[in-house]
């Protein structure tokens, strides 16, 4: 059976169940037990690859110095969003010293969340490795593999530019499965994070939600050992922490900056969704800077509008007070819009016009909130939710 694994497909070779399972079947060798298979697969696999002169690959212990070198990974999982199962995506940030890692989910993998958790990962740990970080081909950070000239790589532009401001040397794993070894550490956080935080699916309101909460499990990850390490986690980093390169002084704009025109409806549309904007900006063009999890619409340096970053495509996300003045001269317009409608991107209301708040005051928000109630027709904030 080993033998004829050889020419056979990687993944329809057998493993050490399968033989022990086919040995019971076929020869009724009912007394062997799982162990004993199992270490004989493994001797007698190593001996056939000799035999038949294929190379065998040797891995070489690495002893790592402290603040010297960290490793980046994604990493798929499901979460039960606003209680619909939802696939995002989790970024993983590991330093090789001491295990200490940083993990955040994203609705993307797309260039802004890779550069976002960067910074998020370097403010948690107050500083930057300052040999390298080790990356797989990312297409946020490599625009083309150059085969045949080593390790050498076309970069991205933006994120060559994020380099040279925090000082980071990236170091590319070889294409594939020949580099899978080579940020082990961090492919086996992924799975380990995923199997003992992420299982069940966890469930939350929002992303940022879950994010809070990731933060108090890497807490008390602190107090882990991993294998047969003599010190936790958290007193490895603390020893590795003084080692790593300050961080840069300027902030670094992490969000894609686009410059879509308003419609008539006065929504923006980034990415196959729309979101809505202050109506006075109809026809014309604004800035937004597309974030991780987040759109930030400005005016000039003034911001005019932020939502929560919505991942499904034609989504659309509504506020109300940004169709206040429309509202005035268009009395019946909520009673017909889309909002109306149900599922994803239903419009909400700031706090100063929800029920209780200022817009509802007996000042009747003479202090720059606008009361629905005065509107023809009676219409309150209230009853618009």
């Known amino acids: 059976m080993l033998v004829e694994d050889t020419t056979a497909p990687r993944k329809q070779r057998h493993t050490a169940r399968r033989i022990l399972a086919r040995l019971i079947e076929e020869h009724g060798a ?4 799982y162990s004993t298979v199992r270490d ?8 056939i690859d000799v035999e038949a002169g294929r190379r065998v690959e040797v891995f070489v212990p690495q002893e790592h110095a402290p603040g010297a070198e960290a490793e980046v990974d994604f990493g798929e999982v499901w979460v039960v969003l606003k209680g619909v199962k939802t696939k995002c995506h989790m ?3 590991r330093l090789s010293r001491s295990g200490k890692a940083i993990h955040r989910i994203y609705p993307t993998q797309a260039q802004e969340a890779f550069l976002e958790e960067h910074i998020e990962a370097f403010n948690e740990i107050g500083g930057v490795p300052v040999k390298h970080i080790r990356y797989d081909n990312l297409t946020s950070a490599v625009t083309a593999v150059v085969f045949g000239q080593g390790r050498q790589r076309i970069e991205n532009d933006r994120w060559a530019l994020f380099k040279s401001h925090f ?5 590319y794993c070889q ?3 020949a580099g899978a070894h080579e940020k082990g550490g961090v492919e086996g956080e992924v799975g380990w994070f995923r199997r003992n935080r992420l299982s069940p699916m966890p469930v939350a309101e929002s992303l940022d939600e879950l994010n809070d909460r990731i933060r108090r499990w890497e807490a008390q990850d602190d107090d882990r050992r991993i294998n047969d390490r003599i010190r936790t986690v958290g007193q490895d980093f603390d020893a590795e922490q003084p080692f790593l ?8 704009e992490p969000g894609l900056v686009l410059n879509p025109r308003v419609d008539r409806s006065s929504m923006v549309t980034v990415r196959m969704v729309k979101y809505s904007v202050p109506a006075r900006f109809i026809g014309r063009k604004v800035r937004v800077s597309l974030r ?4 930030v619409v400005f005016d000039g340096r003034a911001v005019a509008a932020r939502h929560q970053r919505i991942a499904a495509k034609h989504g659309q ?3 109300l007070d940004h169709y206040l003045e429309v509202l005035k001269t268009k009395a019946g317009a909520d009673r017909t819009s889309r909002r109306r409608g149900r599922g994803p991107g239903l419009p909400t209301a700031s706090p100063a016009h929800r029920p209780g708040g200022p817009g509802r005051s007996a000042d009747r928000g003479r202090e720059g909130t606008t009361d629905l109630s005065g509107l023809p027709g009676g219409t309150s904030a209230g009853r618009m939710r």
């Not at 991780?292 to 759109?295: L, P």
């Open 245 to 252: 390169a300050p961080l840069p002084a300027e902030t670094f």
């Open 167 to 171: 000082g980071v040397d990236a170091f």
């Open 317 to 319: 996300s509504v506020q």
């Open 175 to 177: 294409p594939g499965i």
């Open 292 to 295: 991780a999890s987040e759109v």
């Open 40 to 47: 004989y697969v493994r001797v007698r696999r190593a001996q």
């Open 30 to 33: 009912q007394e062997l037990s």
């Open 91 to 93: 970024f993983v940030f």
